[in-house]
């Protein structure tokens, strides 16, 4: 009898040369099976295509798409996620290495929860002595203003996804660990399990080149404008409201008056947010730094997060 759940592993490609083959060698050495790696191109005009048909030819149970059209990173995930047959989804960049163990540490922990995450080690040269471990955040609070659970770090169980409303007007990622929050949760594995390799033709770099910060004050001064841009926009109207309903349910004050608040425009439900954020400092802003400065950042923290990913919201 076949004990194994099902792995569908999910990989989005374009131009993936030179890393997508040491990928994809991670991928296929995992020490649990895999029942299916889907691979979806969005164009790819290097030699992306011929080293995933070598790949093929040695390993049946994978499958390419190529797309007519070009989708962009989210809606190629969205698309690719739909075609998985198995009961779980594991999602992988074309350029990150993965642990020979990810996915059986993963399967082991996730238990009846909808979406296990590991930590991940974050650098631009893989050695042995990799130092830079990101271990992401992941309480409902601190997710509303921001995508902190990456996608490549995901084991993700497949009824999720057909739970959800896919895709929506948000990042695939910051879309599901939301989701998950109101279904059956998040489980975490302190231990890094993939290598996310930092280059400049990333897809994180690219974005990040387009939004670097010029100066300290920048954030502060325009974050402001991009709240109030953030405030109009439809995009963003769905998510939040998505998360005031589910909250409701769930009985989250917290999370209800942060989404009354960010939704109001006015100078005292601005500074009402503000000082949430300030006292909650610890859980919607666990990762500012220690010190006075903090409270400062923390206090300011919705015009820090609207600079920073208001882009989340007006990309698609």
Known sequence: MDIFKKISVIMCTYNGIPYIEQQLNSIVTQTYPIHELIIQDDGSTDSTIE?????????????????????????????????????????????????????????????????????????????????QIRI????????????????????????????????????????????AHFHHGIIQIDE??????????????????????????????????????????????YFLSYIYNQSQQSSLQLTQSLYKYLMKNNIFALFHLCYLCLIYKNLIYPQSSKGPLSYFRAFFFPFIYAYHHHWDFCSF
Not at 95 to 123: M, P, R, T
Not at 147 to 158: E, S
């Open 51 to 131: 080293t995933i048909h070598r790949f093929q030819s040695r390993y049946p149970y994978i499958q390419l798409f190529q797309n007519e059209k070009h989708l962009g990173i989210n809606q190629n995930f969205f698309s690719a996620m739909e075609r998985a047959t198995g009961e779980y989804i594991a999602i992988s960049d074309q350029d990150d290495i993965w642990l020979a163990n990810k996915l059986e540490k993963q399967i082991e922990h996730i238990g009846k929860h909808d979406i296990c995450f590991s930590a991940y080690y974050v650098d631009d040269v893989y050695s042995d002595n990799l130092k």
């Open 136 to 179: 992401p955040i992941y309480n409902i609070e601190s997710q509303i203003f921001g995508n902190y659970i990456a996608g490549h770090t995901m084991l993700i169980r497949k009824d999720l996804i057909q739970k959800v409303n896919l895709p929506a007007p948000v990042c695939y990622d910051y879309w599901l660990a939301i989701c």
């Open 192 to 237: 890094p399990l993939n290598w996310r390799r930092l280059h400049k033709l990333s897809a994180t770099a690219l974005i990040n080149q387009k939004h670097n910060t010029p100066n300290f004050f920048t954030p502060y001064f325009q974050g402001i404008i991009y709240l109030n841009k953030l405030r109009h926009n439809e995009n963003w109207h």
